[in-house]
């Protein structure tokens, strides 16, 4: 650490009365921005300078602001070894290798930092959770680069590394620092078209009239003004955040005064928890984009109709989609989203044979990974398991009662659609305000106390809802969705209902865990009958052996 740097951060958080090392992230996140302006000027034919650059001010944020010493060694482990095994290994089990060594390293300062038990403090884990996303990506984009490409899908095309970049190309790539410690995670083609500015190319077809402006000779446009709206919108979470922290935090749920105020208050403050702590991450989110899209790598592409530019490649969370959600899959695929994306084609789709559909394995796997990238408190366990069973709910809500507020013919929305939209979007809140609770509340006590003070409501709604879906009035809302729409048979997906389901894993929850248990029983099943099949073949085809007599 710089002599001296922390007496300033230790005066500011004495008057705010929070923690000197909260402060010194939030002045990193502002930081990145006149950094990422500065990043941007360097020459667009000097990709080293801009490498060092990036090293240089990553190694400060370390070393210099925040005495990382260790974290440093930490990250730079993962990383050489990350890279190592995609030099020297070769076949099919490298990413897989990789990817045990880089959730084995995480897992164990996971649980470093939950037995030091002090959230004051920042430590590495959370720029190594990052770091996780991008190094598990870099080894399958480099086993990708690998294979012939007649077995790659378009997104293994579009991602494939056919040469190991240089290590100051790879070091650049670790330690970006407008989102080094919070991310957004991003694969190493983005990083590569970005520092070769190939990324803001027009198209092919695109009237060059449509380029979006630059200043100068340099190749990425410009890029204040969005910056600027994430930056004011980051600091509006941020300051809104250490507004309502006050009045709700965990141990107001866990303490006697809670018990004083009525079931619907105590539901209200639930719910108010949990959107607090969201704010946090929408402020260190939005900072870390903004920073992003200044120094030029969250660009999109532009509009070849209109010239307008995107700015969201990066977009880690959307605000509004998750408070105004009125289902489980717009609640949870509006949240943490690069997160989603790295799940989905990292885990779910590579677990998956290939040309065979996604199933219990590919889910399982999926979830475990999520769970255990996050940590080990028992509450996030907790969360990850009842969310999938409110998805479930979800989606047989969605898929048998919906179609009754639709018009059978055009599928528009009936007068009274209004009113499933009220009430889907109040329970799909409420659901998840107590689903997430143990994720604050991180142990087993807290977490069962505070379900038990506003009676397990989510718990027996998502209950008694499987029961009525595994019940016969199923079948019957089935029949009469047939007869309001003149049909026969199985119902026929609505084209959301579609899109829903192309979309899955969201964060490693299994889509529908009955049906994933109900392919694992079967599957075993047929093992055993498989096994019993050969067991009796074998007895009936050996060889009886001659009487000797005696």
């Not at 398991?385 to 639709?406: E, G, I, W």
């Not at 729409?485 to 009955?514: D, F, H, M, N, Y």
């Given at each position: 650490?710089?002599?001296?740097i922390?007496?300033?951060f230790?005066y500011?958080?004495s ?15 502002l930081?990145?921005y ?6 941007k000027?360097?020459?667009?034919e ?13 190694s ?17 482990l993962?990383?050489?070894?990350a ?23 995480l ?8 037995f ?9 884990t ?24 007649k077995?790659l ?13 240089g ?10 620092f ?13 990083y590569?078209?970005?520092i ?6 027009v ?5 060059p ?33 250490l507004?309502?922290?006050g ?5 107001l749920?866990?303490g ?21 702590t ?26 070849p ?16 989609g ?22 989905r ?5 590579r ?9 219990f394995?590919?889910?399982?796997a ?6 255990f ?29 919906r179609?009754?507020?639709l ?10 659609k ?5 009430f ?10 107590f ?11 807290a977490?069962f106390?505070?379900?038990?003070r ?88 050996a ?8």
């Amino acid at each position: 650490m710089l002599p001296y740097i922390n007496l300033p951060f230790q005066y500011v958080a004495s008057l705010l009365g929070a923690s000197s090392d909260e402060l010194k992230l939030i002045t990193s996140f502002l930081l990145s921005y006149p950094l990422a302006g500065l990043l941007k000027r360097v020459p667009d034919e000097k990709p080293a300078w801009k490498n060092l650059f990036i090293i240089v001010v990553s190694s400060f944020y370390l070393v210099g602001l925040f005495d990382l010493w260790i974290g440093a060694r930490t990250l730079a482990l993962s990383s050489v070894g990350a890279y190592c095994i995609a030099q020297y290994i070769q076949g099919p089990f490298m990413p897989w290798i990789g990817f045990v060594f880089l959730m084995g390293h995480l897992s164990i300062n996971q649980l470093a930092r939950q037995f030091r038990n002090d959230p004051a403090i920042v430590d590495i884990t959370g720029a190594q959770m990052v770091l996780v996303m991008k190094l598990t990506a870099f080894c399958w984009n480099v086993a990708d680069g690998r294979l012939p490409e007649k077995n790659l899908s378009d997104f293994q095309k579009e991602r494939a590394i056919k040469q190991l970049p240089g290590p100051l190309d790879f070091a650049g790539y670790v330690m970006f620092f407008p989102s080094f410690f919070a991310g957004p995670a991003f694969d190493y083609v983005d990083y590569r078209r970005w520092i070769e500015t190939t990324m803001f190319e027009v198209p092919a077809g695109v009237d060059p009239s449509k380029k979006p402006p630059t200043r100068k000779k340099r190749k990425i446009p410009r890029s204040g003004n969005p910056a600027a709206w994430k930056a004011a919108a980051g600091m509006f979470w941020i300051l809104l955040f250490l507004k309502l922290s006050g009045l709700y935090y965990p141990d107001l749920l866990t303490g006697d005064k809670y018990m004083s105020y009525g079931f619907h208050h105590r539901v209200w403050i639930l719910h108010m928890l949990g959107f607090t702590t969201r704010l946090k991450y929408y402020g260190v989110w939005s900072l870390t984009e903004g920073a992003c899209i200044l120094s030029g790598l969250g660009y999109k592409g532009v509009d070849p109709v209109t010239g307008k530019v995107s700015w969201d490649r990066l977009r880690n969370v959307s605000p509004w989609g998750v408070e105004s959600a009125q289902n489980t899959r717009a609640y949870l695929g509006n949240w943490n989203i690069n997160t989603n994306t790295w799940l989905r084609n990292y885990i779910y789709l590579r677990v998956t044979p290939r040309g065979k559909k996604p199933g219990f394995r590919a889910s399982m796997a999926t979830f475990v990974t999520s769970a255990f990238w996050h940590g080990f408190y028992p509450g996030y366990y907790l969360t990850f398991v009842l969310a999938s069973f409110v998805q479930t709910v979800a989606k047989n809500f969605r898929r048998y009662f919906r179609p009754f507020f639709l018009d059978p013919k055009t599928s528009q929305p009936t007068s009274t659609k209004i009113y499933y939209d009220i009430f889907s979007y109040l329970v799909t809140q409420l659901a998840f305000s107590f689903t997430t609770a143990p994720f604050v509340l991180l142990t087993l006590p807290a977490s069962f106390l505070v379900w038990a003070r506003v009676y397990f409501y989510a718990v027996i709604g998502t209950a008694l809802s499987t029961a009525f879906f595994a019940s016969p009035a199923k079948a019957f809302l089935i029949k009469k969705l047939n007869e309001r729409a003149g049909t026969s048979g199985p119902l026929k997906r609505t084209i959301s209902q579609e899109s829903l389901a192309s979309k899955e894993p969201v964060l490693g929850l299994p889509a529908e865990p009955q049906k994933d248990l109900e392919e694992i029983v079967s599957e075993v099943r047929a093992e055993m009958e498989a096994r019993q099949r050969k067991g009796i073949t074998r007895t009936e085809t050996a060889p009886i052996p001659a009487n000797k007599g005696i």
